[in-house]
Nanobody, 117 residues
Framework: VQLVESGGGLAQPGGSLRLSCAAS????????MAWVRQAPGKGLDWVSH????????YYDDSLKGRFTISRDNAKNTLYLQMNSLEPEDTALYYC???????????WGQGTQVTVSS
């Protein structure tokens, strides 16, 4: 199993970024997936979750509709569209494969998002 995130970088406040997570080594459309982030010096924070087919999505309430999770099962890729970025969104963003009961069994290496003027 391999999860490889990309798309992070430096963005200005109010800007946008689109993260991708390329999955391999397993049947991608059999699994629910999630994005989790870790801000500097803080613990892991769950961001968003999507079911295996992509029809059901869930978000942390604090995101206020700024982020959109999606997936392309034909491309074995998970996405996170992030709009209206705020400095508080600065973090290392991980994609993770959902196991059960709020646990995840595989994680990517993370992609850094920095929001600063």
């Amino acid at each position: 199993v391999q999860l490889v995130e990309s798309g992070g970088g430096l963005a200005q406040p109010g800007g946008s970024l689109r993260l991708s997570c390329a999955a391999s080594g397993f049947t991608f459309d059999d699994y629910e997936m999630a994005w989790v982030r870790q801000a500097p010096g803080k613990g892991l924070d769950w961001v968003s979750h999507i079911n295996s087919g992509g029809a059901a999505t869930y978000y942390d309430d604090s995101l206020k509709g700024r982020f959109t999770i999606s997936r392309d099962n034909a491309k074995n890729t998970l996405y996170l569209q992030m709009n209206s970025l705020e400095p508080e969104d600065t973090a290392l963003y991980y994609c993770a494969r959902y196991l059960q009961s709020w646990s995840y069994d595989y994680w990517g290496q993370g992609t850094q998002v920095t929001v600063s003027s």
